[in-house]
């Protein structure tokens, strides 16, 4: 079946360093791409998204590019800030099971 | 504003007991989930609706019930079959019935703890 892995967490960077959450997806058909932050208290919200291979999904800095040659989605930013402390979810999509699948999520904790 | 609410968001209850959570969109979606999160294993689909006076079960629906009477409303029951109760459970929903997008709109959460 369909599955997402995601590096394990929690990764803690300074502020304005860079990042880098990988994730690797096992699908059947070609799935969809997509990152998840989920603020402390708070539901998720779409950060960003890609439907086809090369395609690269992009919002608030943050990047990701469809790689379908290593079946990877990492997200990356070259500058975090405090704010971006929250935990990410990497998910995929097929239209054969209807539905997303998640990752375990990643915690990011950004320090001054 | 259109979105997701979510109700309540923290609650408590007895073993032994039922509990309902609330979700209700004014986004007019045709798909409804929930999902429960627990710490280090992300979220598992527990049931969803595709349209109104229809639903599947997700990955995980054992001890739990839902009712999809109105296109809005998507109430998710956790009966005192649900033998690990205690987690943070949270409502998406979609813009169309299959969810081609993948792209889904979650409400803050309900955090249920059992004493």
């Known amino acids: 079946g369909d599955s997402v892995t995601q590096m394990e967490g929690p990764v803690t960077l300074s502020e304005e360093a860079f990042l880098t959450i990988n994730c690797t997806y096992t699908?059947?058909?070609?799935?969809?791409l997509f990152w998840y932050v989920q603020y402390p208290g708070e539901g998720l919200q779409l950060l960003l998204k890609a439907t086809k291979a090369d395609d690269k999904g992009s919002n608030k800095g943050f990047e990701a590019t469809y790689r379908k040659e290593t079946t990877s989605f990492h997200l990356e930013k070259g500058s975090v800030q405090v704010s971006d402390s929250a935990v990410y979810f990497c998910?995929?999509?097929?239209?054969?099971?209807?539905?997303?699948?998640f990752g375990t999520g990643t915690r990011l904790q950004v320090t001054l | 504003d259109g979105g997701i609410t979510q109700s309540p968001k923290y609650l408590f209850r007895k073993e032994g007991q039922n509990v309902t959570l609330s979700c209700e969109q004014n986004?007019?979606?045709?798909?409804m989930y929930w999902y429960r999160q627990d710490p280090g294993q992300g979220l598992r689909l527990i049931y969803y609706s595709q349209i109104v006076n229809d639903f599947q079960k997700g990955d995980i629906a054992e001890g739990y019930s839902v009712s999809r009477e109105k296109k809005e409303s998507f109430p998710l029951t956790v009966t005192s079959a649900q033998k690990n109760p205690t987690a943070f459970y949270l409502c998406?929903?979609?813009?169309?019935?299959?969810?081609?997008?993948?792209?889904?709109?979650f409400g803050e959460g309900s955090r249920l703890t059992v004493l």
């Open positions: 699908a059947t058909g070609y799935p969809s």
């Open positions: 998910a995929l999509y097929t239209g054969t099971a209807s539905k997303l699948t």
């Open positions: 986004l007019n979606h045709d798909a």
């Open positions: 998406a929903s979609s813009i169309d019935g299959q969810g081609r997008t993948g792209e889904l709109f």
